[in-house]
């Protein structure tokens, strides 16, 4: 069983950076693909990035792709989202979430764990 806990997140203005991390319990942390998806009031939880196991290979939204990048540190067992020029339209609960091995890493039901997400608010 893994347990994932998110930080990082607040409040921060149009056009700054927040970096996200997700703390993972357990010993399988390192091999598990890990995503990052975020859900706005009112929308369907939506993919942000993706990280395979051994951090080689990344993924993003379209709409994220050379703002946010996302690592691994497999020592300590930490995922991060570093976002910069951010957006109001970035507002959303942030959740980390990892599974065994992803075949659709941008599918939320590919995923076995998930965070209790952190709010990121940006306002313009």
């Known amino acids: 069983q893994v347990q994932l806990v998110e930080s990082g997140g607040g409040l921060v203005q149009a056009g700054g950076s927040l970096r996200l991390s997700c703390a993972a319990s357990?010993?399988?942390?390192?091999?598990?693909?890990m995503a990052w998806f975020r859900q706005a009031p009112g929308k369907e939880r939506e993919f942000v990035a993706a990280i395979n196991w051994g951090g080689a290979r990344t993924h993003y939204a379209d709409s994220m792709k050379g703002r946010f990048t996302i690592s691994r540190n497999n020592a300590d067992n930490t995922l991060h989202l570093q976002m910069d020029s951010l957006k109001p339209e970035d507002t959303a609960v942030y959740y980390c979430?990892?599974?065994?091995?992803?075949?659709?890493?941008?599918?939320?039901?590919?995923?076995?764990?998930w965070g209790q997400g952190t709010q990121v608010t940006v306002s313009s």
């Open positions: 357990g010993s399988s942390f390192s091999v598990l693909d």
């Open positions: 979430a990892g599974t065994a091995s992803a075949r659709y890493f941008s599918q939320r039901s590919e995923y076995t764990y």
